[in-house]
């Protein structure tokens, strides 16, 4: 057996096979309007917004190391956005999504700007400043409702389209959209060149800067990336719910701890884990909302257990045992099981 046996791939069966998988769980997905019935898409639309919304946290903070508990400030932002471009600059609500992500990019550069100048808890505690500084701001605008909140008009509703069955399937599919699309963004992010410094920084920060890598750079583009697409998904969730208000809309609870426990349980640092997390948690809102705060107590034992027994999450523990690896982003040197086998093929 000589060097040449050896290949180098990024690629395995595993992964094809999950491919194959994905995109047939796609089409049965695309095609659930015709399967499921109102509620059932609620709940699915409800699912792909988290698993985006989880997404974007983990390239956050499982790979550029920018652990944020204000997340909820471009969820709000968003969702504002949505309302007042709609009410007052006549903007459809498909442009204005993607409007908001844009202005999300753009107020993110000098929050950006600021909060970089901290580490570590002052960080994550300074993001949480911004949300609540958000949440103030948005509350003393009485044309968008103040702190009562406001509700989408009825003619700007029905402008996605004249029927209701419609309106909630292009909703569901507008959801299901967004979650493919940050999933894919996150994965060709992670196997390009500046996802190649980014996984850099987060195994050793000193080591990446003195290989010339700009760590500043790279976590500033991912900031701003995460905060446009966060704005987005704040839009869209907002369109579903049809009112904002300043609580809803900048709740730490619902946009930052919920997905932090997602990822948490799935799995941080990985593509996998957030979509593991996102069934297990609402796996278990479905069986234990009824019960009130035993169903928070219990998320928060489920939370302290993972940490505890398996601090990589459900999908940590399934890939040091078995060696999976669904979405690849690095490089395997394979070696042949049989060396006449590999020189025929």
Excluded: C
């Amino acid at each position: 057996m000589n060097i040449q046996d050896y290949h180098v791939t990024r690629t395995s069966g595993a992964a094809r096979m999950a491919a194959i998988l994905g995109a047939l769980v796609l089409v049965v997905l695309i095609a659930a309007p015709w399967w499921a019935g109102r509620a059932d898409m609620r709940l699915l639309g409800e699912m792909f917004l988290y698993l985006a919304l989880a997404s974007l946290w983990n390239l956050m903070a499982g790979y550029a190391g920018l652990v944020s508990v204000g997340q909820q400030a471009f969820v709000g932002f968003g969702g504002y956005m949505l309302f007042a471009l709609t009410i007052f600059a006549g903007l459809p609500p498909i442009a204005a999504i993607a409007m908001a992500g844009v202005l999300g990019a753009l107020i993110s550069v000098p929050i950006a700007v600021l909060i970089f100048r901290l580490r570590g808890a002052y960080f994550a505690i300074g993001t949480w400043v911004i949300a609540e500084v958000f949440r103030l701001g948005f509350a003393q605008i009485s044309s968008l409702g103040g702190g009562s909140g406001s509700s989408l008009p009825v003619a700007i509703v029905k402008s996605l389209a004249s029927k209701r069955a419609m309106r909630e399937s292009l909703s569901y599919w507008l959801a299901l959209g967004a979650a493919v699309l940050v999933i894919t963004a996150v994965y060709l992010f992670l196997r390009s060149r500046k996802g190649l410094a980014l996984t850099a920084i987060r195994d050793n920060e000193l080591a990446a800067g003195s290989l010339g890598i700009d760590i500043w750079r790279t976590k500033f583009t991912v900031y701003v990336v995460t905060s446009a697409l966060t704005a987005m998904i704040g839009a869209l969730i907002f369109l579903q719910k049809l009112r904002i208000s300043p609580d809803a809309a900048f709740s730490v609870n619902d946009w930052t701890a919920f997905v932090i426990f997602i990822v948490v349980i799935g799995g941080i640092g990985t593509i996998e884990g957030p979509i593991i997390g996102t069934l297990v948690f609402f796996a278990l809102r479905e069986t234990l909302a009824d019960l009130g705060t035993i169903y928070l107590i219990v998320l928060g034992l489920v939370a302290i257990v993972m940490m505890l027994k398996a601090p990589k999450g459900i999908w940590g523990l399934i890939r040091s045992r078995f060696d999976l690896q669904l979405f690849p982003l690095g490089y395997r040197v394979i070696a042949p099981a049989n060396t006449d086998k590999t020189k025929g093929t």
